[in-house]
């Protein structure tokens, strides 16, 4: 297994939690300068993204950007905006995972 995808898959990951937290921030300020940080981190994820699909199966790769910053972006919105977290949104998040290790297989 190459460690390059994985390391392409996670910068991916990283850029598309900045942009989705800075479009919280974006949407309580108004900013402009947060606006165009928002577009160029989802623009960089996207990037990574398709970069990491040379390597690997489009299927894995998306299921795990999404599932890895989908749980990342509930605990940001949990611990920085006060946002609810229940348990049947933990139970869901735990079948992801679930599901993206299967898909690995």
């Known amino acids: 297994m190459l460690v390059k995808p994985w390391l392409f898959l996670l ?3 990283a850029a ?5 937290t ?6 309580d300020s108004g900013s402009w300068e947060a606006l165009l940080f928002m577009y160029a981190m989802i623009g960089l994820s996207f990037y990574f993204l ?4 040379q ?10 950007w999404e ?8 605990f940001l919105g949990f611990r920085t ?6 348990t049947l949104k ?8 679930v599901a993206v290790m299967l898909a690995t297989l």
């Open 81 to 86: 905006f006060g946002e609810q977290v229940s």
């Open 55 to 64: 390597y690997l199966p489009m299927a894995l790769t998306y299921a795990t």
């Open 90 to 97: 933990l139970e869901g998040m735990g079948r992801l995972l």
């Open 16 to 20: 598309e939690i900045s942009g989705v």
């Open 11 to 13: 910068a991916a990951i």
């Open 67 to 74: 599932t890895i910053g989908l749980i990342a972006i509930a």
């Open 50 to 53: 398709a970069t990491t699909m």
């Open 22 to 27: 800075t479009m919280k921030l974006v949407s």
